[in-house]
């Protein structure tokens, strides 16, 4: 039996590091993800088409689907099937205007990491200058390319929270 157990102890505690490093790579993944949907965030607000193409894969899947909460339930999608993101993004952005000062708080984040995909899900509250809130529930579907995360889809209902 102490033949058996020597065996037994020492497997343990050479596999015990394993899964600690194991959660310190998720865990770093996890960061990486965050800050790429929070530098897409940024880029859109501060209607930088560079840094906001470059959040972005340059893929043919590559989209969105918005929900806008008006009384129409309207429905905006678009997809990158020229492969065209930086060019489509300065088109974009371009078409949005001037900076308008809002601000974005990204909260609530549920990333799954899988090999070299992801998806989070996280609420994003938006405040206008003068106070006025928008609410929506987001998702963003990423791949690893390269080395970096880039956003393949983006998902985004938005939403009047119940009083």
Same mark, same amino acid.
């Given at each position: 039996?102490?033949?058996?157990?020597?065996?037994?102890?020492?497997?343990?505690?050479?596999v015990?590091?394993?899964?600690?490093?194991?959660?310190?790579?998720? *865990?770093?993944?996890? *960061?990486q993800i965050?800050?790429?949907?929070?530098r897409?965030?940024?880029?859109?607000?501060?209607?930088d088409?560079? *840094?906001f193409?470059?959040?972005?894969?340059n893929?043919?899947?590559a +989209?969105?689907?918005?929900v806008?909460?008006?009384?129409?339930?309207?429905?905006v999608?678009?997809?990158? @099937?020229?492969?065209?993101?930086?060019?489509? +993004?300065k @088109?974009?952005?371009a +078409?949005?205007?001037?900076?308008?000062?809002?601000?974005?708080?990204? @909260?609530?984040?549920?990333?799954?990491?899988?090999?070299? *995909?992801?998806?989070?899900?996280?609420?994003q509250?938006? @405040?206008?200058?003068?106070?006025?809130?928008q609410?929506a529930?987001?998702?963003?579907?990423?791949?690893?390319?390269?080395?970096?995360?880039?956003?393949?889809h983006?998902?985004?209902?938005?939403?009047?929270?119940?009083?």
């Amino acid at each position: 039996m102490k033949t058996l157990f020597l065996p037994l102890v020492l497997a343990a505690i050479a596999v015990l590091p394993f899964p600690q490093t194991a959660f310190a790579q998720k *865990a770093d993944e996890v *960061a990486q993800i965050k800050a790429v949907v929070e530098r897409e965030t940024k880029a859109w607000a501060a209607r930088d088409a560079a *840094a906001f193409a470059d959040c972005w894969a340059n893929v043919p899947e590559a +989209s969105t689907l918005v929900v806008l909460a008006d009384e129409k339930h309207t429905i905006v999608h678009s997809q990158n @099937t020229k492969q065209d993101m930086p060019t489509s +993004s300065k @088109t974009l952005i371009a +078409s949005m205007g001037k900076p308008t000062g809002e601000t974005f708080q990204n @909260t609530d984040y549920v990333i799954r990491v899988k090999g070299d *995909a992801a998806f989070a899900q996280y609420n994003q509250t938006v @405040t206008a200058p003068d106070g006025q809130k928008q609410y929506a529930h987001e998702t963003r579907y990423l791949e690893k390319m390269g080395g970096k995360w880039k956003i393949v889809h983006v998902g985004a209902a938005f939403y009047t929270p119940a009083n």
